[in-house]
């Protein structure tokens, strides 16, 4: 079943102005359980397309429907939901709550989804065993360094048990290491647990590791090729 | 976790929350203390006019606080004797007959006020007793006078020595009598102390032609708060047509007015104080939603709900406020004790005391310790605060996600 379906989506900035078209018709599906990687150079529209699937913008044109779901159709609130119960984010500059410890930020989402205690305190458990980051758990991110960071900023996407997880560049602030390890901990977790990730990347160590690479330029899909 | 969430954002740049705090402990500490002396200094006057001569109420015939002439007199029946039985909160009354006389001795001769009043009740009511400066205090069934400091110097006369009174008593009959001097009282307002005589009130009546009448019944009430229910109930209780029923205000509307206008200065000056002090926390507000507009737009991505980012950010607001708060009403505590205990005292500033004294009041300001002082502080400044923190609201409503994240 299609876990994403867009239909001619076209996001102009400034349509009244001088207008910026950043997005000209993006017809694409992503399946549950795919690894895919958006890839493209500066400007293509990366993030764009990315924000639009997430819900945190939206399209001037087009149809997208995400699990079954019409998102253009929610309202802001509704939308809010959705993002909360359907969809993880990873973000290039991790956006961890700076207040909060490691096992605060992960557990924060699922306080949000009103989960017992009981329930936030084992998955926030698992979480940062999966990530590698146990003895994190009580740093805040300003006494984590980069990769550590991300790897909260992985966890806290997975807390919620989300139907995918979108990461917008998530390796561009992180060196080789960091970033291989935290490569090796999202496909792991899409293989061993079926969880569907989309990148948008022009990191070729990430594109190396996608199984499916779909290339943006000038806001339209060039190329969608299926790899490994 | 909204809790914990506000309170550690309150403590990431320490030094603006610290300034912020210590504007709002300074204008919760001083306007405490300013309305807790202010009001301090209205009790004691009250309570001093209420000692020194009109009670909390009065009951008179009606039309005689218009004219006050010894014709409108009330007659003391026993619906009048009986009301400290059926009034709840109404103590004793105490009547008295007053009127205006030619005093002599020798060959000074004075305009007085007579005052015909119980010894034992007027004592209870004014403590007249304490202010005897010489001599003994006199009995119901004296007849003898108190007379006042300042009478007895315009009269020239000492303990012991007669004076003569002359005036006109009810219905115009002749009124003249002779009383040995018993004692001299001392008012601090130098107008009483100039024109006070008291006699036992059955030798006025008789003095006057006047039987089992009364000029006034001044009220001692179990409580001054009681005032207003004790005057509901005697205004059901008496008849309107018969009698006038006058509570402190409607005696002294000058000090009424003297108190509105002292208050009216007090609230322009804390409004000024709260208008300084709300530009500061808009200020730290502006600060912060500018400063926190890319988090916020962490927040809304994840899937908070802008009414709980809202929340989150009013009770991190409010929390910051009730801070200045508590440790301003805790620094006050002591402040207020203190100068309820050690009341601030102007007697020896001469000029001061004397404007003082001319109203009738001791020139002593104590503060008072009322609790409605303190938490009428947390609720301004929770209102204060709150409408600020409308602004943060509007831009956590207004925020778009992708663009804060850009920030």
Known sequence: ?????????????????????????????IEEGEFTAIVGPSGSGKTTLLNIIGGLDRQTKGEIRVDGVNISDLSDNKLIDFRKNKIGFVFQSYNLIPVFTAAENIGFIMLLQKKTKNEINSRVMDLLKSVGIEEQKNKRPNEMSGGQQQRVAVARALASKPKFVLADEPTANLDSKSTADLLDIMENLNKNEGITFVFSTHDQRVIDRAHRVVTIEDGKVIEDERVG | MILKLAWRNIWRNKRRTLITVASIFFAVLFSIFMNSFQKGAWVRMLDNVVNYYYGYAQIHQKGYWEEKTINNVLELNDELWQLPTQIDGLEQIIPRLETFALLSSGEHTS????VGTNPNAEDRLTKLKSRLT??????????VLLIAEGVKDLLKVSLGDTLIILTQGYHGVNAAG??????????ASPDLNKRMVYLPLEETQDLLGAPSMATSLALRLNDRDDLEDVIEQLQTQLD??????MDWQSMLPDLVEAQKTDAAGNYIFLLVLYLIISFGIFGTILMMVKEREHEFGILLSIGMSRGLLAFSTWVEILLMALLGVILGMLAALPLVHYFKVNPIDFSEYGEMAESYEKWGFDPIFPTVMDASLFYSQAIIMAIITSLLALFAIWKIYKLKPVEAMRE
């Open chain 2, 240 to 245: 309107a047509d018969k009698y006038e029923i």
């Open chain 1, 1 to 29: 079943m299609s876990l994403i379906t867009t239909k001619g989506i076209t996001k102009t900035y400034n349509p009244k102005k001088i207008p910026v078209h950043a997005l000209r018709g993006i017809d694409l599906t």
């Open chain 2, 178 to 187: 002779k009383y040995s001097i018993k004692g001299i009282v001392h008012f």
């Open chain 2, 134 to 143: 010489e001599g003994t205090y006199f009995n119901q069934r004296d007849k």
């Open chain 2, 111 to 114: 305009g007085m006020m007579i």
